[in-house]
């Protein structure tokens, strides 16, 4: 369980959990960090926008944190949010995606949906996150558990 500032010298093993965290408020990152690591997390943070790309590519992260304002004044402005509202679903489907910010109720689908994530939280909230994200993505693995079983019958040949 360890927090990593460097990408290629981090080794992530078949048997850990890693975690990306995008974040600018300082207190919002080691809150987000915190928790992450407390459920056993690996956890990586992306200084900036190109950084959380190259990461996100490399790396197959389990449940990836992002502020709404990361590197940006408004949400219009987030780089990485663009980015991850944009990119076709195949390419973050290994993650749970958590967008963390004041202008969300916690847990709205609607929300969530409009931002391609999974789930939307209050930044009012991250005391919880531990629980927040444990809820994420639980609720994430259940409703893909039917795909990716399908999935892997059809790659191992079974059926």
């Known amino acids: 369980m360890s927090e990593s ?22 207190d919002w990152l080691e809150s ?4 992450l690591l407390e459920l056993g997390y690996k956890v990586h943070t992306a200084a900036t926008h190109s950084d959380f790309l190259i990461r996100f590519s490399s790396t197959q992260y389990q449940v990836v944190v992002v502020e709404e304002l990361f590197g940006a004044n408004t949400r219009e402005e987030n780089l990485t949010l663009k980015s991850l509202e944009t990119m076709p679903s195949s ?8 967008l963390v910010g004041e202008s969300f109720q916690t847990f709205v689908p ?7 994530v999974h789930a939307v939280i209050n930044s009012s909230e991250l005391f919880l996150l531990k629980q927040l994200v444990e809820k994420a993505v639980s609720d994430n693995e259940n409703f893909l558990r039917s795909f990716r079983d399908v999935q892997t019958r059809l790659f191992s040949g079974s059926r």
């Open 5 to 26: 500032t460097n990408p290629t010298f981090d080794f992530v093993s078949k048997t850990d959990k890693p975690a990306l965290i995008a974040f600018t408020t300082p």
């Open 110 to 116: 609607m929300e969530a949906f409009i931002h391609s």
């Open 32 to 35: 987000a960090k915190t928790a």
């Open 91 to 98: 390419q973050r489907r290994h993650a749970t995606i958590m």
